[in-house]
């Protein structure tokens, strides 16, 4: 399955050159806790970066001068990125090898198409942990309703 069909479309993304303040108000706003950082090329959003609500809580407690603090200097540079068309568990690897919580989706050229979190992968999971339960507690009902072994053979 293809990680496009899993990740958020709808992404908040920031510039760099936006400042710490505008990055928090931006993540409160849009009720996310990080922002995907981009660059406009040949007139489509590239990640550059990502931004955190840790990364600025850190850069907050830790600076003389917040206030005076831009995205591009609290950012992750060069994010860990997925293609749209990589499967899920070549993205959980990635992340779970990086220690990376939330991955923006790419298409072939490099525009963001997305974002996947951890959370996403996690409700996935989930489900299909449950689906996979399903076809036993299935297969034993069907046993049940069937005739017991020795009355089907007996018949033969």
């Avoid at 992404?11 to 996310?32: C, G, N, P, R, Y």
């Avoid at 830790?62 to 993205?91: A, D, K």
Wanted: proline residues 4%; glycine residues 6%.
């Amino acid at each position: 399955m293809p990680i496009k069909s899993v990740c958020q479309s709808k992404v908040a993304t920031i510039d760099k050159s936006s400042s710490l303040k505008e990055a928090a108000q931006a993540m409160f706003q849009q009720h996310v806790g990080s922002l995907v950082v981009t660059d406009t090329l040949n007139g489509k959003k590239v990640p550059s970066g990502m931004i955190t609500d840790r990364d600025i809580a850190l850069a907050i407690g830790s600076s003389q001068m917040p206030q005076q603090l831009s995205v591009e200097q609290v950012m992750h540079n060069q994010p860990l990125t997925v293609e749209e068309g990589e499967g899920i568990f070549e993205t959980l690897s990635k992340m779970s090898s990086t220690g990376v919580k939330r991955v923006p989706v790419t298409k072939k050229d490099g525009s963001l198409c997305g974002v996947v979190c951890a959370d996403d992968l996690l409700t996935l999971i989930g489900e299909e942990i449950t689906n996979l339960a399903k076809i036993t507690q299935t297969q034993i009902k069907r046993e049940k309703a069937i005739r017991t072994p020795s009355e089907k053979y007996a018949q033969l």
